[in-house]
């Protein structure tokens, strides 16, 4: 007998099974909107301008590929401060690292958590990105779900994320999106950031923003409002962040965890815990993508082109938004919503339906990737939910 039966099997990732089912699919005209990447008017993922050239100039230029230490690029990491915090410089109370990717921040935060406060409690607005809830409890979190988006009335509970917050206890920690829900598009605004921000502060609750997508929702100062209120009001907190979606470097990897402590001395004590955090997890993160980000940024003219680019990834976003809301009033909340992702209000049969008779890819819940549409494309998929109706 094995000695690993006593594995119990693990469910596949519903995603990627439907890609494999949409591939497989001979119709013409069949529509993906299940996979969470960018997609242009062609239907690709592209390499984008700025990142093709700065990755032409690595190939040149870079001379060695020694080992950077835990931090990772320290260049990357700086550069980043400016486009997330803007002109606020934190100085020495700011502190972090690179990361693999969005999750490697996520995890290493809520591993930092864990250190500080073991009883801490993470309150999670549901839905939330399915792939928070094994993150956070790999650390051995406890987890506070409570509602932020009702899905069949597409409406935002902002007081239910208040009252929830108004309970909390000392310690607990927030878990927000910084912008750009996914799953629900939904964000707050200005406002109802700072009235959360003032309970955090108030009550003791730690900030975690999670920025996935910023300069994909509203454009990139506008996007990291969020971020910027909160960190102003509460006076410290954790961002995990990501270049993934933003600079389309997926595969590669690129994230950063920042920190803010209320004074020097203690982002001194939280940065010596980051590195021997990530020591214990992936010892040093990878360095291409995050090379690539460094020389965008610290290139006026790359960053000008990456930044054009971007623009037309955001219009061409919010171009199909308009299309769906202009074509079906059922489908109206969604040009209030922000970034690639909405859910709809469908029953997994629904979406059944949709894959068998029409062609079109979602998984289960009824998330939508509205970059997965083209405005050729939107006729036909108003009409396909028209006909589950
Ligand atoms: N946070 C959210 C809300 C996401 O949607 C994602 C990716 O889908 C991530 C974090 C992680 O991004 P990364 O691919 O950089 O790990």
Redesign the pocket.
Known sequence: SSLFEALAPQPADALLALIGAFRNDPRTGKIDVGV?VYRDLEGRTPVMRAVKEAERRLLEEQESKGYLGPEGDAGFFEALKPIIFGATDHADRLTGLQT?????A?RLAAELIARLNPQARILLGEPT?P??HPILKAAGLELAPYEHFDVPSQRLNFAQALETFNQAKRGDVALL?GCCH?PVGADFDAAQWQALAVVMRDRGILPLI?L??QGLGRGLDEDAQGVRIVLDVVGEGLL?Y????NFGL?RE???ALYALSRTADTAAIVQSNLLSLARANWSMPPDHGAAVVRVILTDPALTEDWKAELTEMRERIRSVRDLLAAADPALAPLKGQQGMFSTLPLTPQQVARLREERGIYMPPSGRINIAGLTPDAVPAFVDALASLR
Request: neutral net charge; hydrophobic residues 20%; aromatic residues 12%.
């Open positions: 969470g693999p990717g969005g999750t490697g996520l990105w792939n928070h999106h996914n999670d996935a997508y995990a990501s270049c993934d979606k997926y990897r690129v994230g």
